[in-house]
Structures are given as structure tokens and as C-alpha cells.
């Protein structure tokens, strides 16, 4: 089970190119791909979900060739949660999957089996009599993951799933991601790197639309580990002038000071000592060097 995109590139009307030149593999497994907001992760999403023609490059999904000809036999293989995703508010739990389920021409006879299948791995058992508007943000991600896996597919592409939770919801969703990635493809973007670093064994980082990395957390955590530095200064003067020379990632005001935690690919000129990277480091090294 993979997914082989060769070249992509997407430009919208207005001549913004949201996607520049991306190719890429993704094999079984969990694939988190990272990016700020407007980096491509959800237009190369909709692409693979066949919701969205790219304008230049091709693409395979399990050997199957991107084809507008194929879109029905690959729609077949992939579920999909869109970041904004309102389940219908006066249908319970249940009556909106039904529905979906329906309309996305799963058998009659299969259904209700797949219904309660989702319904479990998704923690919302106790919940499918509940009505979609008396669900929590949480809650109603979980039925879009439930709707996305309705189909058994073999590939799931889930755009920002941990959106807007709380840090309890955020954890139970990176479990589900886990637990699904032993079953089948998975692929989800973020901007939280805490999501990537609990449930990937592969990462993409985009930056303006191109790839600036892609490989394993371990990886990129073991390329970057010497390019994380601390100091210590008395005030916000000194903080500014680290600022002026280095992508500060942290600070932190003590009683010695206000420590400055940051990132550079040379050695710094000023005193400092070396810390331990961490995947928020990474990830900000490669959007400020654009490669390592």
C-alpha cells in the first residue's frame, strides 16, 4: 500500500503556487505531514483524495494511476477527513453514519457490520444515540474519523485532526492514528509537532510549498542534534540582539535571568552551551535553512 506522487505541482488562477515540484513515497505506516499554515499540506491532501486536479505531475495510490478515469476505483481504496468536517446537527451518531455509508455505496448488507466496527474504534459506542450537536469538538472528530473509515480503506488522509482540542482529546486521537497505522496507510497533516513526534514513523515537512524533509523522526532528530544552543542574559536588550542573529525557540525568565533557548547551523559567537534537540527544534531549523 502506497502512495508515489512524481512532480506535483499546483497553481491556483490567481497564479499562487500552492504546491511547487513535490514527490514523494508513502508506504504503510503513519505519515504526518508538517507545515505552517499555507505550506500545501491540505491542497496535496485534496489532491490525493481526488477532490482536486494538480496542475502539473502525476501521481500512483497502490499502483493505480491519479486519473480522473480511475477516481471511482481509488476512491474506493482511501478515506478522508477534511479539517472542517460539521457533522448534520439533528442526526444521532449513528443515523449519520448510516448515511454516509450509504451515499458512499457501501452494500446495505455491510453497513450496520462496519457501523459497529468504527463506532468501536473510535470510542464512541456509549455515544452513537447522541445527536451530533450535543457532542464535543473532540466527539465530532471522532465521527469524521469514524465516516472516513467506513469504507475499510486502505488509506486514510486526515487533515489536521487534532485541530481545536483540548490536550486530552489531542492524546486519544494520536492513539487512534497509532492503533490505525498497524492496519493501513495513514496520512495526516498538523502544526502541532507534539502530534508528529507520538504517533508517526515517517514526517514530510513542507515550506512554501516544496519538501524541506522527509524521512523519520530519528532521523531528523539525529541531523539536527548539534543545532540547539542555551544562554543566559539579564534583559530584554541582550534578548533582542540573540534575536537579531538566531531563531530564538524559547525563553524562559528565572531568578539568574531570562534563559534563551535557540537554534543555529554554526557555531554562535556568543557564550553558550548545547542542549538537546528537540522535534520543535528540528522543525524550525528546516523551515528557517529551507534543507539541511
Given amino acids: 500500500m502506497s502512495i508515489l506522487i512524481n512532480q506535483v505541482s499546483q497553481i491556483y ?16 505506516g503513519v505519515c504526518g505531514l508538517l507545515g505552517h499554515n499555507g505550506a500545501g499540506k491540505t491542497t496535496l491532501m485534496r489532491i490525493i483524495s481526488t477532490l482536486l486536479i494538480p496542475t502539473e505531475g502525476s501521481i500512483e495510490i497502490c499502483d493505480i494511476p491519479l486519473k480522473q478515469k480511475n477516481y471511482d476505483d481509488i476512491r474506493r481504496l482511501i478515506g478522508y477527513l477534511p479539517q472542517e468536517l460539521e ?10 453514519l448510516e448515511y454516509l455509508g450509504r451515499i458512499s455505496g457501501i452494500p446495505k ?20 444515540n447522541k445527536k451530533n450537536k450535543q457532542l ?27 485541530s481545536g482540542l483540548d490536550p486530552e482529546e489531542r492524546i486519544k486521537i494520536r492513539n487512534m ?7 493501513c496507510s495513514v496520512l495526516f497533516s498538523t502544526h502541532v509537532v507534539e502530534d508528529l513526534a507520538a504517533t508517526s514513523n515517517s514526517l514530510c515537512i513542507l515550506t512554501k510549498g516544496k519538501v524541506n524533509y522527509l524521512g523519520t523522526v530519528q ?3 539525529h541531523t539536527t542534534q548539534e543545532l540547539s544552543y542555551e544562554t ?3 534583559s530584554e536588550g541582550e534578548v533582542q540582539l540573540i534575536a537579531s542573529d538566531y531563531q530564538i525557540v524559547n ?11 535557540f537554534v543555529s547551523r554554526k557555531q554562535p559567537s556568543i557564550p553558550c552551551i548545547s542542549r538537546e534537540t528537540t522535534l520543535e527544534d528540528a522543525y524550525i531549523i528546516v523551515n528557517k535553512y529551507e534543507r539541511l
Fill in 177 to 183: 492514528l497509532s492503533e490505525l497505522g498497524e492496519h
Fill in 219 to 221: 532521523d531528523l532528530l
Fill in 136 to 162: 464535543s469538538g473532540g466527539m465530532k472528530r471522532r465521527v469524521g474519523l469514524a465516516q472516513a473509515m467506513l469504507n475499510n480503506p486502505k488509506i486514510l488522509i486526515i487533515d489536521e485532526p487534532t
Fill in 13 to 28: 488562477k490567481n497564479g499562487y503556487k500552492a504546491l511547487d515540484n513535490v514527490s514523494m513515497e508513502i508506504g504503510n
Fill in 232 to 234: 543566559t542574559v539579564k
Fill in 109 to 128: 448488507t455491510q453497513i450496520n457490520e462496519r457501523i459497529e466496527f468504527v463506532l468501536e474504534k473510535t470510542n464512541l459506542v456509549e455515544h452513537y
Fill in 251 to 261: 525563553k524562559i525568565h528565572t531568578l539568574d535571568g531570562i534563559r534563551v533557548q
Fill in 87 to 96: 457533522p448534520y446537527k439533528e442526526l444521532t451518531v449513528k443515523e449519520t
